[in-house]
């Protein structure tokens, strides 16, 4: 690759332009260096999160199914499973998304509605709504961690698109910026020294006639 920008006219305008560009491009080098640092803190922040969800989700995971267990104990399985079946409960995933430094990243909710209960009390045990906030409560964390992994994956995609970004600006526009705007600052130069020299002759020369 050559290190003067193709279609480089060697004139004053040129070398305005290029400069004017420079500047542009360090400015924009320096706010996706800020960019950058910001969505690793992100990152990282995001990272530490998913580390505290996971251990809910683990603690949640093991109550919700100590509590089924107990009522599978207290009530027998095929009870447990009638009521089940039974329940009726619904679950429905909200999906929006908010943005963070510029990505755009997912909040999920979940909406649990739980109908009236379909079985009568002295059938039933209260290991059995246990069992229900349990799960309730294990879904929801399940959904929060969810949420915080895909936030973590496109997070890293926006930092590797950013480290290019500015890499490709360190080590190749902006040295290739400075580098013809200095092949066009020596050419006007030494155009400079001709037009020097030649005015120089021309004046000899009227000075010999006369």
Sequence with gaps: MSDILPG???TRMELLSLRKRKKLAERGHDLLKEKRDSLIMEFFNAIAEIKETREHV???LKDAFSSLTQAKMIMGPARVV???YAS???ANLNI????IMGVRVPVLSVEQHFPKI????PDSSTKLDTMSEKFAEALKAIVRLAEIESTVKRLALEIERTKRRVSAL???VIPRLERTAQYVKLALEEREREDFYRIKMVKEQISDEL
């Design 96 to 99: 929006s998304t908010r943005l």
């Design 58 to 60: 683990e603690t949640a």
């Design 170 to 172: 360190e080590t190749i």
């Design 8 to 10: 480089t006219k060697t």
């Design 82 to 84: 009638e009521f089940a």
């Design 118 to 121: 379909p079985y009568s009390l």
């Design 88 to 90: 009726r409960v619904e």
